[in-house]
């Protein structure tokens, strides 16, 4: 039996049931949306928060994770603007300003990605991925002194990050400070635990643009020795050309073309065509021929092979095969034949 007492005690209960039902929806939505962002159903979970936000408009958490949807999705203009809400909401949102930079990087507004880049740094100043990310950013917009602070910042809290040695060596080569990029080279190529072969072929690559071609085939033999690989022998067998050793450079372009992918056709014809130029300056007319003759198969269109072809062919006492090479060069937008086609093609 009710009594007034038993239905003061009912009418409260009554009244607060359905506020606890229908409490705070844009919660329900951003829960819906994490677990449909979870199941990489970014679609779906842009739609829950797009609720959520609709519910709340400062719902601060709901506009980033709708930006790390919309991100997926691919559509960097929605989630940029997203994660500039983030920040409208709160400036102090660190990771809003790394997402935001990160999404300008990739769409080429480096400047921008710096700006935000450099704010992230402020908030998180012991965070060294945004360093890493700055340089990176720097480096693009070929600030490479910028860079090369950022680097060394980078490497102040962590003495063992490989890449941070390798990207600050390929900043400094950019400068041409050779030795000092052959010095983080050499530290990066220490610290790998996995291809330390690349860094000593950027070594080599760095004594080429020193005209170091002796120390260059030290450094790529270093990488061969490590693991082969066609392009160390390309490399290798290049300086030797350089340095006139051309027997030897011949045998590298050998080992290259049999390291080299059999289906890249472009690849294959760079490697012939090279090798042909080798057997060329070393009087092997005939093989390199052959090995033109080689390029052309994988590159119909290859126009520095026809216009070698023609002057293994000239030395070969063939003028008529050689002034068709050269013309065919010529028709192809090779400037350099038509010089040999005044000389020798009346």
Request: proline letters at 3%; charged letters at 25%.
């Amino acid at each position: 039996m009710f009594t007034l007492e038993s239905m003061k005690k009912l009418i409260p209960l009554l009244l607060v049931f359905p506020i606890l039902v229908f409490a705070q929806p844009e919660k329900k939505y951003f829960k819906l949306g994490n677990k449909k962002l979870d199941s990489n159903k970014y679609k779906e979970a842009e739609v829950y928060y797009t609720e959520a936000i609709n519910v709340d408009p400062q719902f601060e958490e709901a506009y980033y994770k709708r930006g790390k949807a919309r991100e997926s999705l691919g559509n960097f203009k929605g989630a940029a603007a997203d994660f500039t809400s983030v920040i409208n909401i709160n400036p102090k949102a660190a990771a809003a300003y790394k997402e935001r930079g990160y999404i300008n990087l990739s769409v080429f507004h480096r400047d921008s990605a710096i700006v935000d880049y450099e704010r992230w740094i402020t908030l998180e100043p012991q965070n060294p991925t945004a360093y890493q990310l700055t340089a990176i950013a720097r480096y693009q917009l070929k600030d490479y002194s910028g860079a090369i602070e950022d680097y060394n910042k980078l490497i102040l809290f962590d003495k063992k990050n490989v890449n941070a040695y390798a990207n600050r060596a390929s900043a400094k080569w950019a400068l041409k400070d050779y030795d000092g990029a052959i010095a983080d080279y050499k530290m990066a190529a220490f610290l790998a635990e996995k291809y330390p072969e690349i860094y000593y072929n950027n070594i080599g690559l760095v004594k080429l643009d020193m005209h170091d071609y002796k120390g260059a085939i030290e450094s790529y033999t270093k990488a061969i020795s490590i693991k082969p690989q066609f392009g160390f022998y390309a490399n290798r067998a290049h300086a030797r050309v350089m340095i006139g050793d051309y027997r030897h450079a011949v045998d590298d372009y050998t080992q290259a073309i049999s390291l080299d992918h059999p289906y890249k056709n472009s690849l294959r014809a760079y490697n012939y065509k090279d090798r042909g130029e080798a057997k060329q300056l070393g009087g092997d007319y005939t093989g390199a021929i052959a090995d033109y003759d080689q390029a052309l198969t994988f590159d119909p269109e290859y126009k520095e092979a026809y216009s070698g072809r023609g002057d293994a062919k000239n030395h070969n006492g063939d003028k008529v095969g050689a002034c068709a090479d050269w013309n065919k060069a010529s028709n192809l937008g090779y400037q350099p034949a038509n010089d040999k086609i005044k000389e020798f093609c009346k």
